[in-house]
């Protein structure tokens, strides 16, 4: 019992700690401008392409919120601390990179103190979850009602969705190229072996399976992967090669560099960040050919008037 209170007491003044960094950081970005970034933390690969792409968009300009895949590690009273420190510092724009349930009560803690863009890093095919249903009901809500100011999506063409249905303020945001710090360098390979990456978290959309086997088939080639235990299952471990999960950025790059190609054809995507990464390591990437639905279901009605 002792040493649960102690362990308790710890994490509060972990998380204290924390919090602290940020309100320090929102101070520190108020100084050289008027806008601030929001994203939740990494977990794993989850949220992991969102903080890279919203490090990429907005520099020092972004601060991490500290979560579990998408639960808050502050508390209510925490998040309306940091929410109250962004408001006393007149910031006129917060941006809301990437979604969680607890942002909208940073919303409306902000809403009314400045300008509020969020951007919506996904797919349509998500809003097979209902998690994600109510994410997007809600952001349709207080975009109407005028808590969001503007509506930003990373996969282009989705913005349209929502001028037409909805009739909202909202944009496609492209992102940079990914940035490659300078001394990254590809490691060393068997330059006999034809080198194909598979890396991508361990989700459905990712379609690893599928890429992997495909890879075995052509001869001489070795695939590369995060986590080689995925993959234990078909008794190829000579010619899969896994090089971990939570890896450095210049460590990741450094592998990504040494592919002979990378694959990254997932079923769904909004950009692709492992792919942008390939190329501007100079490594040629595959991806998949995404279905134009509009186009195509446009397409098919002109074709019924001839």
Request: glycine fraction near 8%.
């Given at each position: 019992?002792?040493?649960?209170?102690?362990?308790?007491?710890?994490?509060?003044?972990?998380?204290?700690?924390?919090?602290?960094?940020?309100l320090?950081?929102?101070?520190a970005?108020?100084?050289?401008?008027?806008?601030?970034?929001l994203?939740g933390?990494?977990?794993?690969?989850?949220?992991l392409?969102?903080?890279?792409?919203?490090?990429?968009?907005?520099?020092?300009?972004?601060?991490?919120?500290?979560?579990?895949?998408?639960?808050?590690?502050?508390?209510?009273?925490?998040?309306?601390?940091?929410?109250?420190?962004?408001?006393?510092?007149?910031?006129?724009?917060?941006?809301?990179s990437?979604?969680?349930?607890?942002?909208?009560?940073?919303i409306?803690?902000?809403?009314?103190?400045c300008?509020?863009?969020?951007?919506y890093?996904?797919?349509?095919?998500e809003?097979?979850?209902p998690?994600?249903?109510?994410?997007?009901?809600?952001?349709?809500?207080?975009?109407?009602?005028?808590?969001v100011q503007?509506?930003?999506?990373?996969?282009?063409?989705?913005?349209?969705v929502?001028?037409?249905?909805?009739?909202?303020?909202?944009?496609?945001?492209?992102?940079?190229?990914?940035y490659?710090p300078?001394?990254?360098?590809?490691?060393?390979?068997?330059?006999?072996?034809?080198?194909?990456?598979?890396?991508g978290g361990?989700?459905?959309?990712?379609?690893?399976?599928?890429?992997?086997?495909?890879?075995?088939?052509?001869?001489?080639?070795?695939?590369?992967?995060?986590?080689?235990?995925?993959?234990?299952?078909?008794?190829?471990?000579?010619?899969?090669?896994?090089?971990g999960?939570?890896?450095?950025?210049e460590?990741?790059?450094?592998?990504?560099?040494?592919?002979?190609?990378?694959?990254?054809?997932?079923?769904?995507?909004?950009?692709?960040?492992?792919?942008?990464?390939?190329?501007?390591?100079?490594?040629p990437?595959v991806?998949?050919?995404h279905?134009?639905?509009?186009?195509?279901?446009?397409?098919?009605?002109?074709s019924?008037?001839?």
């Open positions: 019992m002792i040493r649960k209170i102690k362990n308790k007491l710890l994490r509060g003044r972990e998380v204290a700690g924390l919090l602290e960094e940020a320090r950081s929102v101070t970005i108020r100084a050289s401008g008027d806008l601030v970034a994203y933390s990494p977990t794993g690969p989850h949220w392409g969102i903080a890279n792409a919203t490090r990429g968009l907005y520099g020092g300009a972004a601060v991490e919120i500290p979560q579990s895949y998408s639960n808050p590690i502050f508390t209510a009273t925490q998040l309306r601390q940091l929410s109250e420190k962004i408001i006393a510092l007149k910031f006129k724009r917060v941006v809301i990437g979604f969680a349930p607890y942002f909208f009560e940073m409306d803690q902000l809403s009314g103190h300008e509020i863009q969020t951007i890093h996904g797919t349509i095919s809003f097979h979850s998690v994600q249903q109510q994410l997007i009901k809600g952001l349709i809500s207080y975009a109407r009602t005028g808590k503007e509506v930003s999506f990373v996969k282009e063409g989705l913005e349209q929502f001028i037409r249905l909805y009739g909202l303020h909202a944009t496609h945001l492209p992102l940079q190229a990914p490659i300078a001394g990254v360098t590809p490691i060393a390979v068997d330059p006999l072996k034809i080198h194909l990456g598979v890396f361990d989700t459905f959309n990712k379609n690893l399976h599928n890429q992997v086997i495909y890879a075995l088939m052509i001869p001489n080639t070795i695939v590369h992967v995060l986590d080689h235990k995925m993959f234990d299952y078909l008794d190829m471990n000579e010619r899969i090669v896994g090089h999960t939570h890896l450095p950025k460590k990741f790059l450094s592998i990504l560099g040494a592919m002979t190609v990378n694959l990254y054809m997932s079923y769904s995507e909004s950009w692709g960040l492992v792919a942008y990464e390939s190329e501007a390591m100079g490594v990437a991806r998949m050919d279905v134009d639905y509009f186009e195509k279901i446009l397409t098919a009605i002109e019924r008037k001839r």
